[in-house]
Nanobody
């Protein structure tokens, strides 16, 4: 069994910062790419940022220069530092990770967290 648990969401004003964390736990052999997605009310889920196991990163154009993704491989944890938040950043933020688990060692799959709400007021 593999679980991803996010934390760090909340209500902030425009221009402020938040840091999200997502810890993976369970029968984990290895973790490849880890990423953050978000979903605003009435919109499709969209990729915000991703990071490979070697530290290569990719960002949505809308967050470049404001958000930073990082990971601690020893803790199986990925972070999202969000600065200069805007009202359009409001949504539920989901963590996902491509994980190879002990009970399925021949392949990997993406697991998802339950999401954490981020609300940015103007």
């Amino acid at each position: 069994q593999v679980q991803l648990v996010e934390s760090g969401g909340g209500l902030v004003q425009a221009g402020e910062s938040l840091r999200l964390s997502c810890a993976a736990s369970g029968s984990i052999l290895s973790i490849n790419t880890m990423a953050w997605f978000r979903q605003a009310l009435g919109n499709q889920r969209e990729m915000v940022a991703a990071i490979t196991s070697t530290g290569r990163t990719n960002y949505a154009d809308s967050v470049k220069g404001r958000f930073t993704i990082s990971r601690d491989n020893a803790k199986n944890t990925v972070y999202l530092q969000m600065n200069i938040l805007k009202p359009e950043d409001t949504g539920v933020y989901y963590c996902t990770a491509d994980i190879r688990a002990y009970h399925l060692p021949q392949s990997s799959k993406y697991y998802w967290g339950q999401g954490t709400q981020v609300t940015v007021s103007s």
